[in-house]
């Protein structure tokens, strides 16, 4: 596999890293201006976390395009480091960063969720889309 390729997957990667982080912490300041029942501003965050949840969709399509170049078994090995999971050795340090920034991203997806599950659980209670 081409170390240049998976270097611009990485790449790819580290951006989609920050976005989450970013929808992270809106989600969380969403939830403090709830408890403050300021509308303006859970309006204006909400528009600006759904900003960045369309930039990480560009960034999969990004992700997904570059994957397209490679060979089927390559792409599948990449999906998986992608998604943080170490089943496929990985062919050097470039890989084992995706993995890890892969890895990172779960973790984050995961918090921002369970946050969006507690703020969605106290404004609609049973009718929340969790439920």
Known sequence: MEESMILEILK?????????????RITREVGEFLSRNDQTSVQMLLGMRQ????????????IRCL????????????????????NWNPDGEFSKKIIE???NIQQILKRTI?????IST??????????
């Open 12 to 24: 790819e990667m580290q951006k989609k890293y920050q976005c989450m982080n970013e929808i992270e």
């Open 67 to 86: 994957i397209s170049v490679l060979t089927p078994e390559e792409a599948i090995k990449v999906e998986s480091w992608i998604r943080g999971q170490e």
């Open 122 to 131: 106290r404004i609609a209670g049973t009718h929340s889309f969790y439920n």
């Open 101 to 103: 920034k892969g890895k």
């Open 51 to 62: 900003d960045e949840m369309d930039k990480s969709d560009a960034i999969d399509k990004n």
């Open 114 to 118: 369970d946050i969006d599950k507690h």
